[in-house]
């Protein structure tokens, strides 16, 4: 079997300069990928044509391919992309407001999306309310597959190449167990050339691999961070979340202190609420006292139900008195509204479907 060439959306825009002579063909080449979201080099008309040959003898543009997408009611799409070696990862477009018009007819806004992305074929980390953990951890997907869900799903939707998105690095996979690529992805999104998605707009999601938390800081990319906390002691946490054992809370909390943020920012804790589990008072009070004195915001998150697990839905009155509790006690604190119920919401879900469809 031949080498898989890279992916030409694996390199920034100074890389691609270095390589591609005349060098500045480069941000020629950026512009048809990421304005106009070609899908071969043949479809970029002012390159030259042995250009093109070169090109498409050394790298190749589709390193993904959509193969099932479910559009939910509220304005969610779920998709799911399938790699050169027949793995397939996850990806969600969340509409998060609609297109809204003043009174005279003259627009308001457009409507604004968060695309919510994939970084691993799997997971290590093994938590016991997610369906990814059920296959474990495959594969590592380069910057170019972290990139190609992102510039995929904006050409799928027509979404002008003008229009800025938010990234969350909140799908498949433990982003900081693939720091290289998800570093990568990062200063490729945020290239002025291509889709200019600053690094306010990022949001790099972990489940807590507090050493790399550490690393993560020192690249200075200025990206968001989430920490997946989830509980509030470390014997619940390791319950959920068996890496608890080799990254406690402790640790989390303190490599938090030392993530650099500038005065506009706060470190975001996501803590996915179910039902019996941690949606007591006593949890709200004891993460009250875990998070003095950090400039933090806390997320809450219905647990969305899937086939097979034996965690519930918590009830809103319950999630509306732990937030009550928190925002009272003066802790910034939302809670997420529930998105594509009616479709594969769980992460992992829709993977899950299509291997038992496929009989694997």
């Known amino acids: 079997m031949s080498e898989v060439k890279p992916s030409i959306q694996d390199y920034t825009r100074e890389e691609l300069s270095a390589l591609i002579k005349p060098s500045f063909r480069a941000k020629q080449v950026y512009s048809w990928l990421y304005h106009k979201y070609v899908t071969s080099f043949d479809e970029m008309k002012n390159i030259p044509k042995s250009l093109k040959e070169e090109l498409s003898e050394k790298y190749r543009i589709s390193p993904l391919k ?69 296959s474990g951890f495959i594969a590592n997907l380069t910057a170019g597959e972290i990139v190609e869900q992102v510039r995929m799903i904006k050409k799928d939707n027509q979404i002008d190449a003008n229009r800025r998105v938010n990234i969350v690095y909140m799908g498949m996979g433990e982003p900081l167990d693939n720091l290289n690529s998800v570093a990568q992805s990062s200063r490729i ?32 990319l200025g990206v968001n961070l989430a920490i997946s906390l989830h509980a509030v002691d470390d014997e619940l946490r390791e319950k959920l979340m068996p890496i608890n054992k080799a990254y406690n809370i402790k640790s989390i909390i303190d490599a938090v ?13 996501e803590y996915l609420v179910i039902k ?7 949890s709200a009070k004891k993460l009250l006292a875990l998070l003095n004195g950090i400039k933090s915001k806390v997320n809450l998150i219905y647990f969305n139900p899937y086939g097979g697990t034996e965690y519930r839905r918590p009830e809103e009155r319950d999630m509306r008195a732990f937030q009550e509790y928190l925002t009272k006690h003066g802790l910034h604190c939302t809670i997420r509204e529930s998105k594509g119920l009616d479709i594969s919401a769980a992460c992992g879900q829709l993977r899950d479907n299509e291997l038992e469809e496929r009989g694997e």
């Open 66 to 134: 959509i193969v099932r997408k479910e559009k939910s009611r509220d304005g969610s799409i779920k998709y799911l992309f399938q790699r050169d070696d027949g793995n397939t990862v996850e990806s969600v477009l969340l509409l998060m407001k609609k297109r809204e018009f003043h009174e005279d007819g003259s627009l308001k806004h457009q409507e604004r999306y968060t695309v919510c992305i994939s970084c691993q074929v799997g997971c290590k980390v093994g938590c016991s309310f997610c369906l990814t953990a059920k």
């Open 189 to 220: 999104f945020a290239e002025s050339d291509g889709m200019a998605i600053a690094p306010h707009r990022q949001t790099i999601s972990t489940s807590g691999l507090s050493t790399k938390i550490v690393k993560l800081g020192k690249l200075d």
């Open 276 to 282: 019996d589990v941690n949606d007591d008072m006593a």
């Open 257 to 269: 202190k030392e993530f650099p943020i500038n005065d506009r920012k706060r470190v975001m804790f």
